[in-house]
């Protein structure tokens, strides 16, 4: 008896790898697929503007690292005692000006350069609904903004973006992102978090919408792939089981099973060899010994040390240099209280 339907995902025609450097952008769905991927010692940035949802965001923070576009003082503004701008995250928000453009032009520097030799991006996409400044809002009239900084609801009008609309959006960004960096894949991907708050009816037509846009874009583009994030928890797992308390995002189980399926689909067989070898190294860095002077663990340690430095010399690009880091200080501790 099934109880959940499986279906074939069409394999990446060039695999990601470890020496590969990957942007990932959008929704808090790639934060989760973003940790997978930092677990497993890939080179990755992730989301320099913090968290998007709307493809009109996405776009914008694209070309913004594209062009290094810089934030200026006047596109900030004040609530709440704290400086924001309407294109980032409340993260990157400051209590002072000079705190806050710090922060978000030291992103938009650092994915400038990242970019420039980034083998893949990939860009989660999470709704087509976005939110416009009113004539009540402190910022210009129409702004579509990428987060909303717990402002008053008055200050922003909600419209639905169609399909078209999301296409000509995506489609310059497509063609800025190949002049800027001609090796870059560009993978799409739909998050599977339901935007409730919006409604359920309503969800499903922004989902509906992001999901035309994308396939209409990677059937024209050989360089643009999909992967079914989306499907595979609401037409695979297809059970509250699989979602958090809250049901709107997909709980621990879901986003293994979505790894997993990534994994098969995307990642590079000679990387998925490696990945045993990682997790045994990253949960000897987790390791806390009651004791940390006992023979017993300086041995643990100069195990490790030994498997992490081997394995960095044979894969230099491996994100390994903090445990390294770890496992050599505490036998350096140990060599110095003697």
Not at 113 to 141: H, M, P
Not at 166 to 181: C, E, G, H
Not at 238 to 252: C, G, I, K, Q
Request: hydrophobic share 40%; glycine share 2%; proline share 4%.
């Amino acid at each position: 008896m099934k109880f959940h339907y499986d279906f074939p995902i069409k394999k990446m025609d060039s695999p990601i790898a470890h020496h590969h450097r990957i942007l990932m952008m959008g929704s808090c769905f790639t934060e989760n697929i973003g940790q997978y991927l930092r677990n497993h010692s890939f080179q990755i940035l992730e989301n320099p503007n913090g968290i998007l949802f709307n493809p009109a965001s996405v776009a914008d923070a694209i070309l913004s690292y594209i062009n290094k576009d810089e934030v200026k003082e006047e596109d900030l503004f004040q609530l709440n005692e704290t400086w924001h701008s309407w294109k980032f995250h409340s993260r990157y928000s400051g209590v002072s000006k000079e705190e806050a453009l710090e922060k978000m032009n030291r992103n938009i520097a650092e994915a400038h350069q990242f970019l420039k030799t980034a083998s893949y991006i990939i860009v989660t996409l999470g709704s087509a609904w976005v939110y416009e400044l009113t004539d009540a809002a402190n910022g210009k009239l129409g702004t579509m903004v990428a987060n909303n900084h717990k402002a008053p609801a008055s200050w922003f009008h909600r419209r639905l973006l169609s399909a078209e609309a999301v296409k000509s959006m995506l489609l310059p960004i497509i063609t800025a992102l190949r002049q800027f960096n001609p090796i870059l894949q560009i993978v799409f991907t739909i998050s599977p978090v339901r935007h409730l708050r919006e409604g359920v009816i309503e969800n499903n037509r922004s989902k509906a919408v992001l999901i035309q846009s994308v396939h209409d874009l990677t059937n024209e583009y050989e360089h643009l792939y999909y992967f079914p994030s989306y499907e595979l928890v609401i037409d695979d797992l297809r059970d509250y089981r699989f979602y958090a308390e809250d049901l709107v995002h997909p709980n621990y189980q879901a986003t293994q099973y979505v790894w997993e399926k990534f994994v098969d689909a995307c990642i590079d067989d000679s990387s998925a060899q490696l990945f045993k070898t990682i997790r045994e190294i990253k949960l000897a860095y987790q390791h806390k010994p009651f004791n940390a002077s006992t023979q017993q663990h300086q041995q643990f340690l100069q195990k490790y040390a030994t498997v992490t430095q081997r394995l960095s010399e044979q894969y230099p690009y491996l994100q390994l240099q903090t445990e390294l880091d770890y496992f050599r200080t505490g036998i350096r501790s140990r060599e110095q209280a003697d």
